[in-house]
């Protein structure tokens, strides 16, 4: 018998036994310490479950769009990891699309590095609006969690006086954990069956019902179950009918419609359902949605996008509206008044006194929001816009009071003018009209035509036949030598506002 042959198969069994104790003392490859899932169905506002919190390492992220999910329309939606979001952390890129009807039938996977801090994720849906969620991470580690999370449910609906629910209860579920994260949240209605909790439940059969819940964190603890008893009534009358909700932006504006510094939006809605309104919503700029209980103002500079609906007590949400506008730096504030002043010309005697007529020019200047108006009192007359420099050609002494406001609303200082108007002697008026009564382009007024005491009379003081630049220049001139004549007791107020309509009557001034 050879002996040799045992000695190979004892020495190949000792090979095989050092190899199989190598192996199994070796380091497996490293897998991830937490599965974390996102899944989404035929809703385009929201997803069918996602996660809100996890610890750091390696985690292996699931992104499920598929018919098992509830996409029943095959609508391809993309799961993406945000990475410019201040306030987030930035160290997790991830970017998938999934489609039921892809390679993977809409399931997809892969295995990231979670760090300490709130992720910031959204899914996009092409023709359709943006979901937007949020992923706290702990910094897991130290001692084992044992404590399970804390849970509580409250239950919501309009009720009667019994207090029994209209139609509906709708029963609300919150889960936290301080250790490791909550993992799941699950309910079971009356006893039929736990299942995963993604959204508020709906009881609507009529009669009495318990909701129990509870939740599971990522070390596995569990809570234990809770339980709210309520009943349900039938509904009264069935509201289907949404609210309807509008939105108006208030705040100063430039010309061309933008805000300045500060833009603020009113949002009201009504209910002609029945069930009147539970809740206004807004998002702004692509934010999640806040629920509205005053109006938003909004101060960043730039360009924004508010968004806005409503839901009514019998759950129906209305049409989601935008505003959207453009906030600017505010100018500086013009508090300045205009510059001011006024220059007296005309010829002069020796003594300064001015012969037969004083023209007093004003002019205003404003380096801020512009010159709105000039005004110009002449002795004791009343306050008069000034438009063309003010003749006065009665004798004697004057005084020519002005002033300018800006369109800020600053109004200079009142200045004044003071001069002397002396007669230049029986030839003043050389070719002068000595008609009887005073007359203007055609339209006798019957007033006298008086001679004002320099050999002028009222026809040559008004001077029709001067070239105006306008027919209010005209007029203005009219108002300024009855002014005058008025104060020197040459004319009656009645028969000044006489000569003045004439003077707006006629075509003196129009282009011709």
């Known amino acids: 018998m050879n002996r040799t042959i045992p000695r190979l198969r004892a020495g190949a069994a000792l090979i095989v036994a050092l190899l199989l104790a190598v192996l199994a003392g070796a380091t497996p490859p490293a897998a991830a310490a937490q599965t974390l899932t996102w899944t989404a169905s035929d809703d385009i506002t929201a997803y069918r479950s996602a996660p809100t919190t996890a610890v750091a390492g390696a985690t292996t992220i699931v992104w499920e769009n598929s018919a098992a999910t509830g996409n029943t329309t095959g609508m391809p939606h993309t799961l993406t ?18 489609s039921p009807f892809d390679a993977n039938n809409g399931r997809h996977q892969t295995t990231v590095t ?47 006086t019994q207090g029994a629910y209209l139609g509906s209860a709708t029963v609300t579920v919150a889960a936290s954990d301080t250790g490791s994260g909550v993992r799941a949240v699950e309910y079971q209605v009356d006893d039929t069956g736990w299942q995963a909790y993604t959204a508020p439940v709906v009881v609507s059969a009529a009669g009495d019902h318990a909701v129990q819940y509870r939740a599971t964190d990522n070390a596995g603890n569990t809570s234990a179950a809770g339980s709210v008893s309520f009943r349900v009534a039938p ?20 010309s061309a419609g ?55 007590n019998a759950g129906n949400t209305s049409a989601e509206q935008m505003a959207h506008f453009t906030i600017v730096t505010p100018p500086v504030p013009d508090t300045t008044p205009p510059v001011v ?7 002069r005697a020796g003594n300064g006194d001015y012969l037969g007529t004083a023209t007093v020019t004003v002019t205003a200047t404003d380096a801020g929001t512009g010159v709105k108006s000039i005004e110009y009192r002449l002795d004791d007359g009343a306050w008069t816009a000034y438009t063309v420099p003010v003749a006065v050609a009665v004798l004697g002494a004057h005084t020519v009071r002005y002033r300018a406001s800006d369109n800020a609303g600053n109004t200079a200082a009142e200045k004044s003018a003071a ?8 030839d003043s008026c050389p070719d002068s009209d000595t008609r009887d009564t005073v007359v203007i382009d055609g339209v006798d007024t019957r007033i006298r035509n008086t001679d004002t005491g320099n050999g002028c009379t009222i026809n ?7 070239v105006y630049p306008t027919h209010a220049a005209f007029v203005r001139h009219v108002e300024a030598v009855t002014t005058t004549l008025v104060t020197a007791g040459k004319l009656t107020q009645r028969q000044a506002g006489t000569i003045v309509r004439a003077a707006a009557a006629s075509n003196k001034g129009e282009p011709a």
């Open 114 to 160: 979670l760090t300490p801090g709130k992720y910031r994720y959204f899914c996009t849906i092409p023709g359709h609006s943006t979901m937007v969620g949020e992923l706290t991470v702990t910094a897991g580690g130290g001692d084992p969690d044992t404590t399970a999370p804390t849970v509580t449910a409250q239950v919501s609906g309009s009720r009667d």
């Open 258 to 312: 933008n805000y300045l510094g500060t833009a603020t939006t009113t949002v009201t809605a009504t209910d002609s359902g029945g069930s009147g309104v539970a809740r206004i919503e807004y998002q702004l700029d692509g934010g999640a949605w806040t629920v509205y209980t005053a109006p938003v103002t909004v101060t960043a500079v730039g360009a924004h996008m508010l968004h806005y609906r409503a839901t009514d």
């Open 460 to 466: 040559d003081l008004i001077a029709e036949r001067a």
């Open 419 to 426: 001069f002397t108007v002396a007669e230049r002697g029986a």
């Open 235 to 254: 509904a009264q009358q069935q509201d289907t009918t949404p609210p309807v909700v509008s939105g108006q932006v208030a705040g100063d504006r430039d």
């Open 81 to 98: 990891f945000d990475t410019s979001t201040d306030g987030y952390n930035h160290d997790v890129t991830v970017n998938i699309l999934a």
């Open 341 to 347: 002043g006024a220059t007296v010309t005309g010829e």
